[in-house]
């Protein structure tokens, strides 16, 4: 219930005062809720001018006034209101926030996330060790991602600290794996996944203790884990690929050639790649589609050449493939869906492989949209922001004109006479 009179409130929050209050309300909030001080109102009008005139018991005849807090402070407790001011902004509302008083306490609970992360390490077996206290500074520098709130940073820097001690302390164990790892700190086994905070606080920590670059790459981080004999998972994500025919006498490359022979597709671990020697004939032409419907009809028809599938998006395992074929000098031609999604993918890959567009011109999208309407396939709208194609400055627009999206399966059929022939 409020502590003002009905009468006194409405008077209080009509239009002739709201100027002054919501300056006063800024000044209270940036000054400590202090009434101290003063600030000035200008070009006033004339119920501005004669509220406040009432409200100050003084006449006021100019179009700016200056208002010292400290007496609009004393004439609210003599008056009607019978409350100082910061009760009576309150109490008109919203109610006040002491601006200062919160960065203070922000800044406090700042403090506290880092002197604890001091403290754990201070108390841990990694205290003797000099990386550390450069990990710590390190983390400090760069401070705490934003939307973490204090009580979650402080218990991930001490399970940070805690999957440290067990890998670089001085009871440190014997391999295990990254899943497991997680596991025991943080009771999942995702918790030690690429992209999460903790997963990165600990690989820094890893590359302090060996004095190695951090790295910028999955393969690079995968390479980091293993300097602390901690295995991640190289079997659950896959490259699928058709054709591969690479040298050498191992039985992995010996699997590949063989399914090849079979014109089966074969799905490429990680694990797969760290061992498998990807050599083929320099020169060789590989391509690249984007959905895996292209690699099945491929296989169907028997075809010929080689072919690796981004499956959407191009996982890390993708790419680290097309790495490996690209330093054995390899050729790409590349394929996707006519949506932006597809544009931005096959930008990508164009770029880093210096791809050939593989039937992703303007005349392509063009004569694939005018036979599916005159088939009466159903039109997919062309949803999102438009993406320029680097190798073609007229698809966007065309496309953008048309207004269909075009998957792959839409050209099926080209694609796999493409695959056909011989080279």
Known sequence: MSALPTATREWLTGPGLTRLWESVRKRLESNGVQAAGSLRLTAMNPQERNDLSLLLGKPLTGAAVTVRLDVLDARLRASAAGLGLRQTLDEIGPP???????????????????????????????????????????????????????????????????????????????????????????????????????????????????????????????????????????????????????????????????????????????????????????????????????????????????????????????????????????RFAYHGDFDWPGIALANRVIRRYTASPWRMGTADYEHLAARSQAEGIPQLALDGEPVNADWDPDLATAMTALGVALHEEATLDLLVADLSRQA
Do not use: K
Request: charged share 25%; aromatic share 4%.
């Open 96 to 330: 006040l926030t002491d601006r200062r008083a919160a960065r203070a306490d922000v800044a406090a609970q700042r403090e506290q996330v880092w002197s604890s992360l001091a403290s754990s390490l201070d108390a841990s077996p990694l205290a003797s060790q000099e990386w550390p206290r450069q990990w710590y500074d390190l983390l400090r520098r760069a401070g705490v991602p934003r939307g973490v709130a204090p009580e979650a940073a402080i218990w991930t820097l001490q399970q940070a600290v805690q999957v440290l001690t067990t890998l670089l302390g001085p009871e440190r164990g014997s391999a295990r794996g990254r899943g497991e790892l997680a596991a025991m700190a943080t009771g999942s086994a995702h918790g030690l996944d690429d992209g999460t905070w903790l997963a990165r606080l600990v690989q820094r920590g890893v590359a302090l203790a060996h004095g190695t670059e951090f790295p910028d790459d999955a393969a690079g981080r995968r390479a980091l884990w293993r300097l602390v004999s901690v295995t991640p998972d190289e079997v659950s994500s896959t490259v699928l690929t058709y054709g591969l025919r690479p040298d050498g006498e191992g039985w992995r490359e010996r699997a590949l050639r063989e399914r090849a022979e079979h014109h089966a597709e074969a799905h490429v671990t990680p694990r797969d790649l760290r061992d498998l020697r990807l050599q083929l004939p320099a020169g060789t032409l590989i391509h690249i589609c984007e959905n895996p419907r292209v690699v099945e009809a491929a296989a169907d028809a028997a075809c010929v050449r080689p072919l690796v599938c981004t499956s959407g998006s191009a996982a890390t395992v993708v790419f680290t493939l097309l790495d490996a074929l690209a330093a054995t000098g390899c």
